[in-house]
């Protein structure tokens, strides 16, 4: 039976759902099983052209769409781009600004902590990949009788809908690669996208190519007690 909370007419609340119980054993075990799975997920430059099916990336997203945000609001939207003429309009407009990023427009500390990593401004993946999927932060909302609306804690709500949709991708067997060429705002244009709406990232997606290889830096992870403090 629903439940309808004292002095807050529009609050309505169903049984808690899919509750799951497992022994402290068993927590342990599945906490383990999932860091060992990500242990296995690897940021990559070097894709194939092996085709994904749409499928593939329909449940992806729909798990990306199951964040928590900010009132619910869901401030996301997704355009998955795999037709060949679109990303190769992504890929020239993101490597002019990344040539001038490189060309001194970073600054040398920046530049020099990308160093270890060996990226430059050509950017191959975004044509070769199967996938570009780009993110889009509603910066408001627009309703139905044109009214603007508020959303609430769009960098982070957006941000955690990122990241489940990378982790969705790497358990289907897909590498990822985040891709953040500033400005973005030619992705408006390109993607179809309205004005209140600003580009959060291009999500780099596909197999792995045969040959790719990652930077050893990549790989270097803090322990535990440089990234948790418990009280």
């Not at 004292?6 to 402290?24: K, N, Q």
């Not at 920046?110 to 993946?125: E, I, Q």
């Not at 780099?204 to 009280?231: C, M, S």
């Amino acid at each position: 039976m629903s439940q309808a909370r004292i002095g807050v007419p529009d609050y309505e609340a169903i049984p808690l759902p899919d509750r799951r119980h497992f022994s402290d054993a068993e927590m342990v075990e599945r906490a383990e099983r999932f860091l060992a799975e990500m242990k296995t997920r690897h940021t990559v430059r070097d894709f194939a052209p092996t085709p994904v099916p749409r499928g593939v990336i329909e449940a992806c997203l729909l798990t990306a769409g199951r964040a928590p945000s900010g009132a619910n609001h869901q401030p996301w939207h997704f355009v998955a781009v795999g037709e060949p003429a679109v990303k190769k309009r992504i890929r020239e407009a993101a490597e002019a600004e990344e040539k001038a990023f490189y060309a001194g427009k970073a600054g040398d500390e920046w530049l020099s902590d990308l160093a270890p990593l060996g990226t430059d401004s050509d950017k191959p993946f975004l044509e070769t990949a199967p996938w570009l999927v780009v993110v889009f932060a509603e910066r408001y909302r627009i309703e139905a009788n044109r009214k603007i609306g508020k959303n609430y804690y769009i960098g982070e709500s957006v941000g955690i809908a990122t990241g489940m949709l990378i982790t969705a991708l790497h358990c289907a067997g897909l590498a990822t690669l985040t891709h953040t060429p500033n400005p973005m705002r030619f992705l408006n244009q390109i993607c179809g996208r309205p004005e209140n709406e600003k580009p959060y990232l291009i999500l780099v997606a596909g197999h792995a190519a045969d040959d790719a290889t990652v930077p050893r830096h990549a790989k270097v992870k803090k322990p535990l007690e440089e990234i948790a403090t418990f009280l």
